[in-house]
């Protein structure tokens, strides 16, 4: 599969350096912002074991033209250390890498490295472009809402409707309820605060991300979906596979777009079988296990990084191939019960990113990889 170079990563810190009088290697110094150099890789998320090749392109002060000068740079990761060219990782992970010479420096490229690339289905119905819609459902809650297990009665209630295949469900375990929630997260508190203005209390039942259900009721998250899901079929479906391990939890997705658009992908780490003893307002043992809590957003934890990064304009027909490298930041969170949600979003009549389409997978049993084909309108 063609990665394209789009991967929301972790923020991480770019490096540039100096050239010395004496002809000696580089020093760290300055950013030299001209952009003389520029640096790319002809693949930015590889397999451990795999190798890259990275390419350096220079200005010609006189000419203007672009110049090959890869065999006269020296490659640096993020922590100074020189790279080989071809570079073969030795660890998973992220790299960024940045090319020097002279007193210039290039762009910082970041290279995935995967312990294992989560393989795509097939595309059952290339031609097709007719996908089902599903809005992202976000139940905002907390381990001190006496209320919120009513709403998780109703979400239940809610998935044994016709509704169900039209929305795929987050909770939101962040602010004043969810002091001492095991369901708590950096990135729900992120979520929360991007939201925070529809949150007039808990529980609260948001779609994407401008819209909400008028109360917790059944009958208010059924007219709160009839308002938002397109039944005729959405701007763009996606495919996607999942794999992992205790520490990294990898995504690999496609994007085939149904109208021509610019749009944003971002994926979300989900885990499911949280046990909380401590809910308020138990009634029910179920009401004590957290399901689909938000866990992890690629990229940096910020209120404006919800939506993730642009991936530019797609035309009808198109697809569009990228990465996701989701860490395990915590010993108490369970693997092997992670999915990974991706969410397209694309401008709305406001001006606003706003969520377009949703595709949810789960690990398989025993944290073993598994994928999710386009869901196509029946």
């Known amino acids: 599969m063609k990665i394209a170079k789009f991967f929301a990563l972790l923020a991480c ?3 540039a350096f100096v050239a010395c009088e004496n002809g000696e290697e580089p020093e760290p110094g300055p950013s030299n912002t001209s952009g003389d150099l520029t ?14 090749t990275f390419t350096v392109m220079q200005k010609d002060e006189e000419t203007g033209a672009e110049v090959d000068v890869t065999k006269e740079v020296t490659l640096y990761d993020a922590d100074l250390n020189k790279l080989s060219n071809p570079f073969t990782p030795t660890t998973s992970g992220s790299i960024n890498v940045t090319a020097t010479k002279g007193k210039y420096t290039s762009n910082t490229v970041t ?21 089902n819609h599903r809005v992202v459902l976000i139940d905002h809650t907390g381990v001190n809402c006496g209320y919120c297990p009513e709403a998780t009665d109703n979400l239940i209630a809610l998935s044994k409707t016709e509704w169900h295949q039209h929305y795929n469900e987050v909770t939101c375990h962040a602010g004043g309820f969810a002091t001492g929630d095991p369901g708590n997260s ?51 479906g996606i495919s996607l596979a999942v794999a992992g391990d ?34 308020a307002g138990a009634t029910k043992d179920y009401h004590r296990i957290y399901n689909y809590a938000l866990r992890n957003i690629s990229g940096e934890y910020s209120r404006n990084n919800v939506a993730g990064e642009s991936i530019g304009v797609l035309e009808a027909g198109q697809t569009y191939d990228c990465a996701f490298s989701l860490p395990i930041v915590s010993t108490k969170w369970n693997w092997e ?3 990974v949600l991706v969410i397209v979003s694309a401008k709305d009549a406001n001006n606003r990113w706003e969520v377009v389409n949703s595709a949810y997978c789960a690990l398989g049993e025993g944290g073993v990889a598994a994928s999710k084909a386009y869901e196509y309108v029946e």
């Open 13 to 15: 810190a770019s490096f």
């Open 39 to 52: 640096l790319t890789a002809d693949k930015t998320t590889i397999e451990l074991g795999e190798s890259v």
């Open 111 to 131: 290279v995935t490295v995967m312990a294992q690339m989560p393989k795509l289905p097939a595309d059952p119905q290339p031609e097709n472009l007719a996908f």
């Open 186 to 236: 950096a990135a729900a508190n992120a979520l929360m605060q991007f939201q925070n203005s529809m949150i007039a209390g808990y529980p609260t039942i948001c779609l994407n991300f401008y819209s909400k259900a008028a109360s917790r009721a059944v009958t208010a998250m059924k007219s709160a979906l009839e308002a938002n899901v397109k039944t005729d079929g959405a701007d763009v």
């Open 246 to 279: 205790n520490t990294t939890i990898y995504c690999a997705a496609q994007v085939k777009a149904a109208q021509s658009k610019e749009y944003k992908v971002v994926a979300w780490l989900l885990e499911s079988g949280i046990y909380s003893p401590n809910q």
């Open 337 to 339: 019960n992670m999915g």
